[in-house]
Nanobody, 129 residues
Framework: QAQLVESGGGLVQAGASLRLSCVASGRAFNSAYSRYVMAWFRQAPGKEREFVAVVAESSTRIKYADSVKGRFTISRDNAKNTVYLQMDNVKPEDTAVYYC??????????????????WGQGTQVTVSS
């Protein structure tokens, strides 16, 4: 069974850095992880889950939400079935539960939540001012 497990969340002060990781496991990922699009979404209390960043299967296509562009970096290590989100210069408004998401490559808007059929359980990131 396919599974995504996030880690790396925590409580940090504004301006600090944090790195989130998401490890994919299960038959689907173990045999073809490089064919999966990997993304990060986040959900703050009382708000909708929103797109943060995505890296396509080839790592040549990367996109960020405007709110994190220039501060966050998404990357993937296909040998480890892992996607990372390096968060630098974090702000209090980055406080949210961060979710890893995945789908097989193909057509569609990779910034849209409903495009993804695999989700992790989430990791909490809290940024104090």
């Amino acid at each position: 069974q396919a599974q995504l497990v996030e880690s790396g969340g925590g409580l940090v002060q504004a301006g600090a850095s944090l790195r989130l990781s998401c490890v994919a496991s299960g038959r689907a990922f173990n045999s073809a992880y490089s064919r999966y699009v990997m993304a990060w979404f986040r959900q703050a209390p009382g708000k909708e889950r929103e797109f943060v960043a995505v890296v396509a299967e080839s790592s040549t296509r990367i996109k960020y939400a405007d709110s994190v562009k220039g501060r966050f970096t998404i990357s993937r290590d296909n040998a480890k079935n892992t996607v990372y989100l390096q968060m630098d210069n974090v702000k209090p408004e980055d406080t949210a539960v961060y979710y890893c998401a995945s789908r097989l490559y193909g057509s569609g808007d990779y910034t849209v939540r409903r495009q993804y059929n695999y989700w992790g359980q989430g990791t909490q990131v809290t940024v104090s001012s």
